[in-house]
């Protein structure tokens, strides 16, 4: 019975509405064990008819039958699935993937199978074995010769074990020698029981076949049997075919990669520079932010509120306008801002606030510490309380009663070397504290250095021991009532609902407090922070938007460099998909690489900028990038390089694969 029957088949190209006949109604069927050449003028429509053979081509007229099963329909899957299991190809310009070696070559055709990675590897062998090429397994096929290379194309065309190998000019570019050498491995495939069709210009190669078919005017004008047809004594295929398996097309697609490796570090580069800096500029807000918290924590606890009298009449001023007000009293030292003890129990009753600790917040006149000879001016005197943090002491403890916190300033201008040792020292304090309406109160006073704070321009005031200044204070009738209090909340959770049900508290109409709170500084900082270290971030994720552009011209450039490639792979068996997919994974696989290019710059980058700084800012990590961030950029560096990849990969995947192949 016959391998493949073609029955009646027209084809016609068009050219607008111009319909130019090639093939014209043409019937020819072919046996097992055959060597076929087709002959014929140039342009007579040989290469349409292997087009139609070789399911490249669906669009013509007429039945196809192949093993007496009629090809079923002509859609695409079914031609891949044809060419796949029953077709090997053999090209006159030999057709091999010039980036990939011998052995991979074959290897292409065995990966459309269900053997074994080591099984694909071990038959690949044995062809290049069977045409001579073992020892040449290794090399790339421009360090092969012209009869080499047709005869890796031929071990490739028998890799599948198809029952049709198709040969378009096979010896048309080589020597007489290799084209002796060829003809017989070809001879020898159809003694195996394969049918070779041989499309030749050549009476030599027609003469070295069992039969000769003539093509003129699209039909078939004679077909002359030269030799009977070998014997089939065809084995069954111990192998299934099959489409390409996702691990193929990622072993096919990172191959390609690394062979491109030069183009790709270039774009990775590219986007790397565009991952870096968007996580850079993160890093930087997160850093800062942290760094603004530690400097603003490490003065004052924001967890704890600092409550002050309310003293306006007008209960609609906000809190910040109100505390305006009660400052401006305060500095007068004005009974009006002293907190009573009626007051504040009333904090303490507030669920969450577990203690309230009464405090001075004081601006004397003309206030000097002396030591020895040394004496320097402060603006400010208040009492130790939850809002000074331990960490806020570089040595000694928090001061008792006729203690005192000096800023370490006052310590360093008394000895540079051994300021550490001004605790445990006593100093004097002199000081005038305004009343309202009369003439300020001189108090002077001796008290022990308990501990030694560092000062800032922020915070540059000494602090007492609220019990010993009350005392002070009374002693010199002066209000001896805090202005200030400080309730200590549970969980920081807390504060917010905290501080407004204190802001809430009234007394005849009238709220009793103002309320000041470090943490309420922190957030419109943390926020500004945050938006600054976004908007550059944007900016600099501008750049991923050209790495965009910049992958997807250079994905079209691979497309068109790589057109014969993809009708290599296609006239093997691959499908649309396939194609698709190559380019996809491939796509993708740098959007990776540049993504961990870009992290591992960035984190290189991080190490030397904060080690850089370290010294100006008391070791602390200006630049700190975030897992989120990592995880971010890998994420938008894969989605980038799938976006970019999706056009050029599908203009790939809708190649026709007869232009493809034609393509030089
Ligand atoms: N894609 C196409 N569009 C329009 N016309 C085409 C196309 N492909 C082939 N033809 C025309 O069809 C005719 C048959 O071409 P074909 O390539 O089958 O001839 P051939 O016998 O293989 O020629 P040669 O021996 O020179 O390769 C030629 O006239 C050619 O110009």
Same mark, same amino acid.
């Given at each position: 019975?016959?391998?493949?029957?073609?029955?009646?088949?027209?084809?016609?190209?068009?050219?607008?509405?111009?319909?130019?006949?090639?093939?014209?109604?043409?019937?020819?069927?072919?046996?097992?064990? @055959?060597?076929?050449?087709?002959?014929?003028?140039?342009?007579?429509?040989?290469?349409?008819?292997?087009?139609?053979?070789?399911?490249?081509?669906?669009?013509?007229?007429?039945?196809?039958?192949?093993?007496?099963?009629?090809?079923?329909?002509?859609?695409?899957?079914?031609?891949?699935?044809?060419?796949?299991?029953?077709?090997?190809?053999?090209?006159?310009?030999?057709?091999?993937?010039?980036?990939?070696?011998?052995? &991979?070559?074959?290897?292409?055709?065995?990966?459309?199978?269900?053997?074994?990675?080591?099984? !694909?590897?071990?038959?690949?062998?044995?062809?290049?074995? /069977?045409?001579?090429?073992?020892?040449?397994?290794?090399?790339?096929?421009? #360090? $092969?010769?012209?009869? !080499?290379? #047709?005869?890796?194309? +031929?071990?490739?065309?028998?890799?599948?074990?198809? &029952?049709? +190998?198709?040969?378009?000019?096979?010896?048309?570019? $080589?020597?007489?020698?290799?084209?002796?050498?060829?003809?017989? +491995?070809?001879? &020898?495939?159809?003694?195996?029981?394969?049918?070779?069709?041989?499309?030749?210009?050549? /009476?030599?190669?027609?003469?070295?076949?069992?039969? +000769?078919?003539?093509?003129? @005017?699209?039909?078939?004008?004679?077909?002359?049997?030269? *030799?009977?047809?070998?014997?089939?004594?065809?084995?069954?295929?111990?192998?299934?075919?099959?489409?390409?398996?996702?691990?193929?097309?990622?072993?096919?697609?990172?191959?390609?990669?690394?062979?491109?490796?030069?183009?790709? $570090?270039?774009?990775?580069?590219?986007?790397?520079?565009?991952?870096?800096?968007?996580?850079?500029?993160?890093?930087?807000?997160?850093?800062?932010?942290?760094?603004?918290? *530690?400097?603003?924590?490490?003065?004052?606890?924001?967890?704890?509120?600092?409550?002050?009298?309310?003293?306006?009449?007008?209960?609609?001023?906000?809190?910040?306008?109100?505390?305006?007000?009660? !400052? /401006?009293?305060?500095?007068?030292?004005?009974? *009006?801002?002293?907190?009573?003890?009626?007051?504040?129990?009333?904090?303490?009753?507030?669920?969450?606030?577990?203690?309230?600790?009464?405090?001075?917040?004081?601006?004397?006149?003309?206030?000097?510490?002396?030591?020895?000879?040394?004496?320097?001016?402060?603006?400010?005197?208040?009492?130790?309380?939850?809002?000074?943090?331990?960490?806020?002491?570089?040595?000694?403890?928090? =001061?008792?009663?006729?203690?005192?916190?000096?800023?370490?300033?006052?310590?360093?201008?008394?000895?540079?070397?051994?300021?550490?040792?001004?605790?445990?020292?006593?100093?004097?304090?002199?000081?005038?504290?305004?009343?309202?309406?009369?003439?300020?109160?001189?108090?002077?006073?001796?008290?022990?250095?308990?501990?030694?704070?560092?000062?800032?321009?922020?915070?540059?005031?000494?602090?007492?021991?609220?019990?010993?200044?009350?005392?002070?204070?009374?002693?010199?009738?002066?209000?001896?009532?805090?202005?200030?209090?400080? =309730?200590?909340?549970?969980?920081?959770?807390?504060?917010?609902?905290?501080?407004?049900?204190?802001?809430?508290?009234?007394?005849?109409?009238?709220?009793?407090?103002?309320?000041?709170?470090?943490?309420?500084?922190?957030?419109?900082?943390?926020?500004?922070?945050?938006?600054?270290?976004?908007?550059?971030?944007?900016?600099?994720?501008?750049?991923?938007?050209?790495?965009?552009?910049?992958?997807?011209?250079?994905?079209?450039?691979?497309?068109?460099?790589?057109?014969?490639?993809?009708?290599? $792979?296609?006239?093997?068996?691959?499908?649309?998909?396939?194609?698709?997919?190559?380019?996809?994974?491939?796509?993708?696989?740098?959007?990776?690489?540049?993504?961990?290019?870009?992290?591992?710059?960035?984190?290189?980058? #991080?190490?030397?900028?904060?080690?850089?700084?370290?010294?100006?800012?008391?070791?602390? @990590?200006?630049?700190?990038?975030?897992?989120?961030?990592?995880?971010?950029?890998?994420?938008?560096?894969?989605?980038?390089?799938?976006?970019?990849?999706?056009? =050029?990969?599908?203009?790939?995947?809708?190649?026709?694969?007869?232009?493809?192949?034609?393509?030089?």
């Amino acid at each position: 019975m016959s391998i493949l029957e073609l029955k009646n088949i027209k084809k016609s190209y068009f050219l607008g509405k111009e319909e130019f006949p090639v093939l014209t109604g043409l019937d020819v069927s072919f046996d097992r064990g @055959d060597f076929i050449s087709i002959l014929g003028e140039s342009g007579g429509g040989k290469s349409t008819l292997m087009n139609i053979i070789g399911g490249l081509d669906n669009k013509y007229d007429g039945e196809v039958k192949v093993g007496g099963v009629k090809q079923a329909d002509k859609n695409l899957r079914a031609m891949d699935e044809y060419r796949r299991d029953t077709i090997g190809f053999i090209f006159q310009s030999f057709n091999l993937v010039s980036y990939l070696s011998v052995l &991979d070559n074959v290897l292409i055709s065995l990966k459309m199978t269900n053997l074994s990675h080591k099984a !694909q590897i071990k038959k690949a062998e044995e062809l290049l074995k /069977q045409v001579g090429l073992l020892e040449h397994k290794k090399k790339n096929p421009n #360090q $092969l010769s012209g009869g !080499q290379k #047709q005869r890796v194309a +031929i071990a490739r065309a028998l890799a599948n074990d198809p &029952d049709i +190998i198709l040969a378009d000019e096979p010896t048309g570019a $080589l020597d007489s020698q290799n084209t002796r050498d060829v003809l017989e +491995i070809l001879s &020898d495939i159809a003694k195996s029981g394969k049918t070779v069709i041989v499309v030749t210009h050549s /009476q030599e190669v027609a003469d070295y076949g069992t039969r +000769i078919v003539h093509l003129a @005017d699209g039909q078939i004008i004679s077909d002359e049997r030269i *030799k009977p047809a070998y014997e089939s004594k065809l084995k069954t295929r111990e192998f299934k075919t099959r489409a390409l398996s996702f691990s193929a097309k990622s072993r096919m697609a990172t191959q390609h990669f690394l062979h491109n490796w030069k183009q790709n $570090l270039m774009i990775m580069i590219g986007v790397a520079i565009g991952l870096f800096s968007v996580m850079f500029f993160l890093g930087l807000g997160n850093g800062a932010k942290g760094y603004m918290n *530690k400097m603003i924590t490490d003065l004052a606890n924001p967890n704890v509120p600092m409550v002050l009298k309310r003293v306006t009449e007008d209960n609609k001023k906000s809190n910040e306008e109100a505390m305006g007000e009660t !400052q /401006q009293l305060a500095v007068t030292n004005s009974p *009006k801002v002293a907190i009573s003890d009626a007051l504040v129990t009333k904090v303490e009753k507030i669920k969450y606030v577990t203690k309230v600790e009464k405090a001075f917040d004081v601006l004397p006149v003309e206030l000097t510490a002396t030591i020895g000879k040394v004496t320097e001016s402060f603006p400010e005197i208040q009492t130790w309380n939850n809002t000074n943090t331990a960490s806020s002491l570089l040595v000694g403890k928090k =001061p008792s009663e006729n203690e005192v916190v000096i800023p370490d300033s006052l310590a360093k201008k008394w000895d540079k070397n051994n300021w550490r040792k001004m605790v445990g020292q006593t100093i004097h304090l002199a000081y005038k504290m305004p009343v309202e309406n009369g003439t300020p109160i001189s108090i002077s006073q001796d008290v022990k250095v308990s501990g030694i704070t560092k000062s800032s321009p922020a915070q540059n005031v000494l602090t007492l021991n609220f019990k010993s200044l009350s005392k002070t204070f009374k002693e010199n009738n002066l209000v001896s009532e805090p202005n200030l209090i400080v =309730p200590t909340i549970d969980d920081s959770h807390h504060v917010d609902g905290v501080i407004k049900k204190i802001q809430a508290l009234e007394t005849d109409g009238h709220k009793d407090f103002v309320t000041f709170s470090v943490g309420a500084i922190l957030k419109p900082i943390n926020k500004i922070t945050s938006i600054v270290s976004i908007v550059l971030a944007l900016i600099a994720g501008i750049s991923l938007l050209v790495s965009l552009m910049m992958i997807i011209a250079t994905t079209y450039m691979s497309v068109a460099e790589r057109t014969k490639e993809i009708g290599i $792979l296609r006239a093997l068996g691959a499908r649309r998909g396939d194609i698709r997919s190559l380019f996809v994974v491939e796509t993708v696989l740098l959007g990776f690489a540049s993504a961990v290019l870009g992290i591992i710059v960035a984190f290189i980058g #991080q190490f030397g900028v904060n080690a850089a700084v370290s010294g100006l800012l008391d070791k602390f @990590d200006i630049i700190q990038i975030s897992l989120a961030a990592v995880i971010g950029s890998v994420i938008v560096a894969i989605v980038i390089a799938l976006f970019a990849s999706l056009m =050029p990969a599908g203009k790939a995947a809708k190649l026709n694969p007869i232009e493809a192949l034609s393509n030089d």
